[in-house]
């Protein structure tokens, strides 16, 4: 090693020539120039020598060796200027390549989810038997970010399913989001693919993939526009859910009172008989403490599905008491709500439970929710969830009021 490297680690980081712990290397004697700088510099954690409680000090030093003693020196606070003057010529060809790595490091991160969940249900079948079924999937996603420039960046999303109710294999690969996102002047932009919330809660009209442009201003009260397509799907349960929509959405607070409102209009919905859907809807919250509720009103003007008359109107009210949060082991939530939501008030809605999308997508459902969340560790959060559901209106073969009740439960792993 350099004399000058030690003794320019030294004084970045202010070492005098007074003595520290006992030296931890055999081949550093007591009496070496280097003696009282190497014990401060390996008692700071910066040098640790060759693992054979060597120093080594008479080895010559890669450079890969001084950019790591260099990093953790200016890791513990020192003089990033004596360093450079010391090594001006070193660190310049080195810094280049490192610098690079690091920015093009910082520039592009990878997190991602699994979701392990079992769901079991009992449908009516119009003739007062029950059937059973269940259904549990592993879904695997990962997010890709990427940072264009300081007002830009690019968000994708790879999601991975599995059938873990059968050994035949069955699992479906797509690359389900792809967006960017940023500013122009005071108005938020989001253009390309990704999950849209509409309605208000977890998506009372629509909580599904859409290829969109959306627009949004204000801080305080926040508007929103959209438009787009709502996006396909192999599944045949989404495949072709509806045409092109346009959204137009208003919120904001006022102390603890949360309001929210908004017009959706949507072209050609395949439940409808190819129907274009109007919906209205208005919503509030109030937090009293930990415990929140919530109520949203809404009103399509579809009112007939295959020559059946449908309601056109719905509600939905809700009791939330805290929540779990996956960063902070022992959290906990539980909540309850009551849906009355006619066929035409949703297009794809974005609770667990699939009896919404596939089984009462005619007719509408009315019926209740109940559940808890709790992390049990960080990053990993259980659900259990029971839920009580019937058909609204005719024109189904569960139109008659079988109940439909299902049990679903979770767990979440991020990282």
Do not use: C
């Given at each position: 090693?350099?004399k ?10 202010g ?32 040098v ?16 890969y ?18 360093l ?10 080195l ?15 990878i997190t ?79 253009a ?31 508007v929103?526009?959209?438009?787009g ?16 929509y ?11 009172l ?22 209205w809807?208005?919503g ?26 449908i ?14 949060k ?26 667990n ?5 596939k ?11 109940i ?7 960080k ?13 609204k ?23």
């Amino acid at each position: 090693m350099k004399k000058s490297l030690v003794l320019a680690m030294a004084m970045a980081l202010g070492v005098t020539a007074s003595a520290y712990a006992a030296n931890p290397f055999s081949d550093v004697p007591a009496g070496h120039w280097a003696y009282d700088s190497i014990n401060k510099l390996a008692a700071a954690g910066i040098v640790d020598g060759y693992g054979d409680s060597t120093f080594g000090g008479d080895r010559l030093m890669t450079r890969y060796e001084m950019a790591q003693i260099v990093a953790k020196a200016m890791a513990k606070g020192a003089n990033v200027d004596r360093l450079a003057a010391e090594f001006a010529d070193e660190l310049d060809s080195l810094g280049v390549r490192v610098a690079a790595l690091e920015k093009k490091s910082d520039n592009v991160k990878i997190t991602g989810q699994i979701r392990a969940h079992y769901e079991s249900f009992d449908k009516g079948n119009g003739s007062g038997k029950t059937a059973y079924n269940a259904t549990s999937v592993l879904r695997s996603r990962l997010w890709i970010t990427g940072q264009i420039n300081e007002d830009w960046k690019y968000t994708g999303m790879l999601n991975n399913e599995q059938n873990l109710l059968n050994d035949r294999g069955d699992e479906d690969t797509n690359f389900q989001r792809a967006f960017v996102t940023g500013r122009i002047g005071g108005v938020k932009v989001e253009a390309g693919r990704n999950n849209t919330v509409l309605g208000g809660g977890i998506g009372y009209i629509n909580s599904h993939r859409t290829d969109a442009i959306k627009l949004g201003f204000g801080k305080d009260l926040k508007v929103g526009f959209q438009y787009g397509k709502v996006a396909t799907s192999k599944s045949e349960d989404v495949a072709s859910v509806a045409g092109k929509y346009l959204a137009a959405t208003l919120g904001g607070e006022i102390g603890n009172l949360g309001l929210n409102g908004g017009y959706i209009k949507v072209d050609d919905v395949n439940k409808l008989d190819n129907q274009d859907d109007n919906i209205w809807y208005v919503g509030a919250d109030y937090k009293f403490g930990d415990v929140k509720l919530d109520a949203t009103y809404l009103k399509s003007n579809v009112d007939e599905v295959k020559t059946n008359k449908i309601s056109d109107d719905g509600f939905v009210v809700g009791l939330t008491y805290k929540g779990a949060k996956a960063a902070k082991a022992g959290t906990y939530g539980v909540y309850t709500k009551y849906y009355d939501q006619a066929a035409g008030t949703y297009l794809w809605h974005g609770m667990n439970t699939e009896l919404a999308n596939k089984y009462f997508k005619t007719t509408g459902f009315k019926g209740f929710m109940i559940g808890a969340n709790y992390a049990v560790a960080k990053n990993i959060v259980a659900a259990v969830e029971y839920s009580d559901f019937k058909a609204k209106d005719n024109g189904s073969s569960l139109a008659n009021g079988d109940k439909n009740k299902t049990i679903w439960s979770e767990v979440i792993f991020t990282f």
